[in-house]
């Protein structure tokens, strides 16, 4: 017997879901890390709807999945709460003032771009967004890599993806291959605190819902049906079938959260479709830094941009507006379906020690992951110039030296010790780096 079911799960009304849900949604800024923090804070510490072991085994979970881990946290939480529609109205709460403002912002950028102002703010935070990737792989990794062994994993992580180009999903599935084969040998060094059942939890395990598979079977219609919809009515060569296949294929092989995801997204998005430049993937890192809800709003940044230069017929405007949402639209969605699909198994799997240590293993793996994010960040925001070098099966990008921009190395320098060093918030990081890009504009010291 379980015995979190021991204690009568809390039935919280709608209403009530709704102020918790939207104040945890305004309030998550920083990235995933900031607003998984958040969630803790009022729905653990403050609300006390979950304990400490509940809250860290639907984390994991949400970990695992293919998507945005916040966000998918939010809609656990939720239906833990009130069932499935509980977890559709608080991860819907999550995402949508993201929405909105990155929208928004997508459209001041395209409008002022020509101005000097707005590109000169934009100059400055991407010393604060590398900043910020720094942050949260020190972060993460003091957290992760506590054994010798999760460096190694690491380590082997970074060298795949950064040198060897292995695809993210391959290392992924690698990872916890290698993190269950170790803990069902029983071998040490990838030792993790399992998600056992807690009797003081307020939320019991929900039962299987008699609706469980039709709302599972219309969740995936309304991602596929959209996506099929379009590839046969505008051709696979039209910007928005583009859009919506690689954001569908990104859904369902984006897995260990927003910043490794970012990765794959910066490669196909620049390199593969050309939708953009790197310093705008930086700007669109930016903008979803700046605003409440998931980092991984960037894509719909993304997206507005990808419409709104290949707006066909269109008016720009509209095409970026429509890029946006479907970008969206065919990312988020999957991710509720994931959640759905998952979670009435995962919280009959409390406590199980295989699982753990191959999460335990995926989260190390991670760590080099977004420790390659950190250097191609790095690279494209202090160098104007990288170029591609190859040595048999390795390959990486290296920085063209003369091409390098002082004032932003000086900038993000500064970024990285107020943020490291000092605490600085990250409102106030954010701030101090635009009017730094300003100042530095009004200088003529500022370049694209």
Request: charged share 10%; with cysteine; aromatic share 10%.
């Amino acid at each position: 017997m379980n015995t979190a079911t021991a204690t009568p799960p809390v039935r919280l009304s709608y209403g009530e879901l709704f102020r918790v849900f939207g104040r945890v949604a305004l309030l998550s800024f920083g990235g995933p890390a900031g607003q998984i923090a958040t969630m803790h804070r009022v729905l653990v510490e403050e609300k006390r709807w979950l304990s400490e072991p509940r809250f860290i085994h639907a984390l994991n979970f949400c970990m695992l999945l293919p998507g945005p881990e916040a966000q998918q946290l939010a809609t656990y939480s939720g239906w833990l709460m009130r069932g499935t529609w509980g977890g559709v109205l608080a991860g819907g709460l999550f995402v949508l003032p993201g929405l909105l403002a990155i929208m928004a912002l997508s459209w001041l950028y395209v409008l002022g771009g020509d101005s000097g102002i707005v590109p000169a703010i934009f100059y400055g935070l991407r010393a604060a967004v590398l900043a910020i990737v720094v942050e949260a792989l020190f972060r993460i990794g003091r957290r992760t890599l506590e054994t010798p062994l999760k460096l190694a994993v690491a380590a082997s992580s970074f060298v795949a993806i950064a040198l060897l180009g292995l695809p993210f999903p391959l290392i992924v599935a690698l990872a916890a291959a290698f993190g269950l084969a170790l803990s069902l040998a029983g071998v040490g060094g990838l030792a993790v605190r399992a998600g056992d059942a807690d009797p003081a939890d307020s939320a019991a395990t929900p039962r299987l819902e008699r609706s469980y598979f039709p709302r599972a079977a219309l969740l995936l219609a309304l991602w596929l049906v959209p996506t099929l919809a379009i590839l046969v009515l505008l051709g696979p060569g039209n910007v928005f079938a583009e859009i919506a296949t690689f954001f569908s294929k990104l859904a369902v092989v984006s897995f260990g959260g927003a910043y490794a995801v970012l990765t794959y997204v910066a490669d196909e998005g620049v390199t593969t479709y050309g939708w953009l430049t790197p310093a705008e993937m930086v700007d669109g890192l930016a903008l979803a830094e700046t605003t409440p809800g998931p980092l991984i709003m960037v894509l719909q940044f993304v997206g507005f941009l990808a419409a709104f230069r290949e707006a066909g017929g269109l008016p720009p405007l509209l095409a970026g507006t429509l890029g946006g949402l479907l970008a969206t639209w065919v990312t988020f969605v999957p991710s509720f379906l994931a959640v759905f699909l998952g979670a009435p198994f995962m919280e009959r799997l409390r406590g199980s020690r295989p699982l753990a240590g191959a999460l335990s293993a995926v989260s190390a793996a991670i760590v080099g992951v977004i420790l390659n994010l950190a250097v191609w960040f790095a690279l494209h925001t202090l160098f104007a110039e990288v170029r591609a070098v190859a040595w048999g099966p390795f390959a990486l990008d290296l920085p063209t030296f003369a091409s390098i921009r002082w004032p932003l190395v000086l900038l993000s320098a500064v970024a990285i010790f107020a943020l490291l060093r000092l605490r600085v918030g990250m409102a106030r990081l954010l701030l101090g780096a635009a009017l730094a890009g300003l100042a530095l504009w009004a200088l003529g010291w500022a370049a694209s």
